[in-house]
């Protein structure tokens, strides 16, 4: 699509770009998942290799607009945040290879509350009810999904939850480095950063792969980072109350593919639970964005719904 179409702000035009983005975030999860459990590659192998193939797809970026795409004041948040990325990376790729595809996605949705919850506690922000009530009823969505006690809490699910709470720290810094730097500067610091990090854990696993593999891992590599690239893309043109709706059709994709590749068929507590959690976390979004704060603070805030710029599955 016309770079001038993709850049112009407009609420229409962010939806467009969510929604393909979800498509390619769907894609890459499925193509994990296929290869941890059906080619038997390691999780870790497969981070390396989307982190890799990935940044491949920045390759004609650089060669149209040289190093200046690296041009930044912020190394250091771009160290910090490449860690923390990874960290969630793996283990929701871990997740990925344990838990069926829609449960991960649902289970995913709780980054943001994650990322609400950090805000209060560690950021100090002003505490609303309705943002605790918010809270509470996103949580909520988590048990109905895992419901402890009334069935064995499967490890995936912890993976996710754990990925989640550690993704939302990620988002307050994406957030910030959004005030500085373009969504291409931010992915290829990303992807430039956790290419090599994301090699150490690798070689403890490693396996050269097969032919059908490296296509898969190339696929996965280029669907994820262009996912990346979308979100960011979706959030700079458009509100998020305008674009974060539509962030729902990941669990849609996940319950398709999981149906159609692997017979994997979500129960209701999915779909509920899913449900529940997105729609807490819109709802804080979408107050956030009509309460009246300060300059500083409301830029802290916006943080909070911005889990879609990647997502603990980036």
Known sequence: MPSTFLSRPSPLVGI???????????GMHAGVRYLSIEQHLHPFEIAFFRNFFGF???????????????RTQRFGLHTVRAL???????????ALSLTPLAQVQA?????PLFA???AVLVLREKVFLWRWGALIVGFIGALIIIRPGLK???????????????????????????????SVTITAYMVLLMTPL??????????WPDFEQWLWLVFVGMSGTLAQLGMAQAFRVAEATAVLPFDFMKLVWGA?????????????????????????ATYIAYRESQTKVKPATASLSDTKVTHSESGPGP
């Open 256 to 280: 398709a593919i999981g149906y159609l590749l692997f017979a994997e068929v979500p129960d209701v507590g999915v779909w509920i639970g899913g449900t529940t959690i997105f729609a807490a």
């Open 56 to 70: 491949l797809v920045l390759v004609p970026w650089f060669v149209q607009k040289g190093l200046s795409l690296l």
């Open 107 to 111: 289970l995913g949705f709780t980054a």
């Open 84 to 94: 923390i990325n990874l960290v969630a990376m793996l283990l929701f790729f871990v």
């Open 198 to 207: 994301s090699l150490i854990p690798a070689v403890f696993y490693w396996q």
């Open 116 to 118: 609400t919850l950090l």
């Open 152 to 182: 064995i809490i499967d490890v995936g699910s912890l993976f996710v939850l754990s990925s989640a709470a550690i993704w939302a720290g990620t988002i307050i810094i994406i957030k910030i480095l959004s005030r500085t730097d373009s």
């Open 16 to 26: 467009l770009i969510m929604v393909a983005s979800t498509v390619a975030f769907a």
